[in-house]
């Protein structure tokens, strides 16, 4: 069987400018970068903003497992399925982390059949938009240090400085740090903290940013400290603005690249969903709606975090309307959800997938809640059997929704036809009703009960001593309108990532909050999760090599 990798290299691609072409993109619009990934123009917006908008779908998964669920893999090839059946498709995701390349994630590029390429600089350094974001990071992190240095006009309070370094890497060490150390002239001295690139309000800013005067408005918001007084200092204050900017100006600019069987594809910002907001940049799935008739667009982890945070941060900012949600599953996910062994995947046992299909029975209820309508696919695996088709066909028919297999991996966009059919029925018979889970005008604690009520299932809400000063401190600052973005482990529905299933009787724990002021949302931390990953006992760094023409190997 061939790896992801290998298929990815074998692929024959088209020139960009000819994938560009299929939709109207001009060689004027594209700025290239190399023969087959480019950036587009700022003046393509212009020419397109008064064009209809096309179908948005959304596509999302169960929490994820060990097992494997394939939501990109899904996204890929049910976008080639539509372009199969004379639908003119976009897809739009988002860029992967290094974090997670060399970790144990993964990248994001797909896979097997369904996959966007080239895959490799895809997963590796693309177009520099991390590392951009990673400089202009850091640089706002090197003024705030040398403002203190140089006499502290502005009095910032050294133990409440809230900005943080990052690097587009897991690294554990880097979580708790001291600065300073040395001689007087090296800075000083002060605890400091980083974070993963994807968990820098920067990522969040660009990703929600409109054009480059929305981004400089929101990075100019930043509060980067308070001051002796306990008043905010931001970005602005620190005159750092316009030189972040300027590190950000390509990075602002979406990239298209293609799929294996040439549907174009959008790639553009990637923040965490379990730390972060967890979806594409707005200004990419804006223009691919422009583009072509359907979008396919995909949110982070499980349907708990990353479509909430679609539906009621991005959607809610960026008016956008979802038409419908794809629901990803696998037979071997839901009976891990049951509690089969990872080695015992592979054997027909409906007991329990009976016990573990709850959780994909939540995550419909939870769409519903927003008024979309939902298409659930399963990708198909070998050791499925039939009689586990059906119990869960005739679930998910049971409780109102679409269903389809999914052979993308194995078959690409032909794999896709069943699922891009049934989506194609959704849109054309069913009306997407869609409204956020909570207004605006609600208090902070509100909006998190609703979240931890409404999708996870929790009975309640604890908060730490820390979080109740510091959502009280939010509010009184005049933030309570913003919307929450929850920060949660994406393998439980609870803060518990062992608590699989659909748990009951739990609550939600928060142990800070703070709030991301140029992004427009609250940051809610809860249970124990970590906003600088670090790497596993095994990383995948040990099987990525080069060898002496250049070709990557053990890249997936």
């Known amino acids: 069987m061939k790896t992801d990798i290998e298929i990815a290299q074998e692929a024959v691609k088209l020139p960009i400018k000819e994938v560009a072409a299929a939709y109207g993109i001009t060689e004027d619009d594209l700025e290239l970068y190399g023969k087959y990934k480019a950036k587009i123009t700022d003046e393509l917006f212009e020419e397109v903003k008064e064009r209809q908008d096309a179908k948005l779908v959304l596509v999302t998964a169960i929490n994820p497992t060990p097992a494997g669920e394939g939501k990109t893999t899904t996204s890929v ?101 001291v600065v300073g150390l040395g001689a007087k002239a090296d800075g000083v001295v002060r605890e400091d903290h980083f974070v993963i690139t994807v968990a820098s309000e920067i990522m969040a800013i660009l990703c929600l940013a409109d054009d480059m005067n929305d981004l400089k408005e929101r990075l100019g918001k930043i509060i980067v400290a308070y001051n002796f007084a306990g008043e905010p200092v931001t970005a602005k204050d620190l005159n750092a603005v316009g030189s972040m900017a300027a590190l950000l100006k390509d990075a602002l600019k979406p990239n298209l690249i293609q799929t294996l069987e040439h549907t174009g594809a959008l790639v553009h910002g990637g923040p965490f969903a379990n730390i972060a907001h967890g979806c594409n940049s707005v200004r990419a799935t804006k223009l691919a709606m422009k583009l072509a008739d359907i979008v396919v667009t995909e949110a982070g982890f499980g349907a708990d975090l990353g479509a909430e945070k679609f539906l009621d941060i991005k959607c809610r900012m960026a008016g956008l309307k979802p038409d419908a949600v794809v629901l990803v599953a696998t037979v071997r996910a839901l009976k891990y959800n049951g509690g089969v062994a990872k080695q015992d995947l592979n054997q027909e046992n409906l007991e329990a997938l009976a016990k573990g299909i709850v959780n994909l029975e939540k995550h419909i209820e939870n769409i519903q809640k927003y008024g979309v309508p939902v298409v659930v696919t399963l990708n198909s695996f070998t050791s499925d059997t039939e009689a586990e088709y059906a119990y869960i066909k005739k679930f998910c028919e049971d409780r109102g929704c679409e269903f389809a297999l999914s052979e993308v991996w194995a078959k690409g966009g032909e794999g896709g036809l069943a699922l891009a059919e049934k989506v194609l029925h959704t849109l054309e018979t069913k009306e997407s009703n869609f409204a956020p889970i909570y207004p605006d005008e609600i208090s902070l604690k509100d909006k998190i009960s609703t979240v931890a009520g409404e999708i996870y299932g929790a009975d309640g809400v604890t908060y730490a001593p820390a979080a109740e000063r510091a959502l009280k401190k939010l509010e009184d600052m005049g933030f309570g309108g913003l919307p929450v973005c929850m920060a949660k482990t994406q393998y439980s529905l609870s803060d518990d990532q062992t608590k699989l299933g659909r748990p009951q009787g739990f609550t939600i724990n928060v142990r800070d909050a703070y709030v991301s002021a140029g992004a427009g949302f609250v940051v809610v931390l809860t249970g124990a999760i970590m906003t600088m990953p670090g790497l596993p006992k095994a990383p995948a760094a040990y099987n990525i090599n080069v060898d002496e023409n250049g070709v990557i190997t053990g890249l997936f």
């Open 77 to 177: 090839g049910l976008g080639d399925a539509f372009t199969k059946l004379g639908k003119k498709t976009m897809i739009a995701l988002r860029e992967p982390s290094l974090g997670p390349c060399f970790g144990i994630k993964g990248g994001a590029a797909g896979g097997g059949y369904a996959q966007v390429v080239p895959m490799e600089d895809l997963n590796l350094h693309f177009t520099g938009d991390f590392h951009a974001i990673t400089s202009a990071n850091n640089l706002l992190a090197a003024l705030l240090d040398n403002h203190i240095q140089q006499g502290n006009a502005l009095g910032i309070d050294t133990r409440q400085i809230l900005w943080k370094r990052c690097l587009d890497m897991n690294d554990r060490v880097l979580r708790n740090i």
